[in-house]
């Protein structure tokens, strides 16, 4: 991802995030647990395809988020690109994809995953997590900050975004770095 990724993500965020808030008017609390510099991984629960909207929101920074490679087919692909998102091959291991988020990392960027791999269209409060957030977070020398997102994508639906503290996978296993993802986020959710 270069400067021009960067320039599409801010165009294009600039125009969407007016727009957003005023149809959604949604609530966010602890956005300043996004460092506003530096490798970081932001990380939650996905229930809605415009899930990212409500971390742009939050912060000022290119999130370059990792979407499923079917979104680069049709005729929003371009956007995507622009956008800075990172194609994912969900059928299996994505190096190629991997690769990306890590140098983005690697130069100090941002982004974005939804470690429950898929929108969560289920009655559990969370899919399990997959453990790519971590390994990438880990490879990139990155914090990770959680979040959850709760309520409904409608006027008065009470949508929020909740930040929690960040924290360094470094001196963790995968395992247990994803367990304290996975228990951020429910503890998140569980304040709500």
């Known amino acids: 991802m270069g400067k021009d990724n960067d320039r599409g993500f801010k165009v294009i965020t600039a125009f969407i995030k007016p727009g957003f808030r005023l149809r959604f008017s949604p609530t966010i609390i602890g ?27 939050a912060t000022k920074r290119v999130v370059n988020y990792m979407a499923k490679r ?35 990392l690697k130069r100090g960027g941002a982004v974005g995953i939804f470690p429950e791999g898929t929108r969560n269209k289920t009655d559990a409060l969370l899919l399990p997590f997959k453990p790519g957030a971590v390994a990438i977070a880990q490879r990139g020398n990155a914090l990770i900050v959680p979040f959850a997102i709760s309520g409904e994508y409608r006027k ?7 930040f929690g503290e960040p924290f360094s996978p470094k001196s963790m296993s995968v395992e247990e770095a994803t367990d304290k993802l996975f228990n951020a986020v429910s503890d998140l959710l569980n304040s709500q």
Do not use: T
Not at 38 to 54: C, M, T, W
Not at 71 to 100: E, H, K, M, S, T
């Open 70 to 104: 079917e979104y680069f087919d049709g005729a929003l692909a371009p956007l995507f690109r622009w956008a800075g998102c990172i194609p994912v091959n969900r059928d299996g291991f994505d190096a190629a994809a991997v690769r990306r988020a890590i140098k983005i």
């Open 156 to 162: 008065n639906g009470n949508l929020k975004i909740l």
């Open 31 to 57: 956005a300043e647990n996004i460092p506003k510099d530096g490798a970081v991984v932001i990380a939650g629960n996905h229930k809605n395809i415009s899930d990212q909207f409500l971390v742009f929101l």
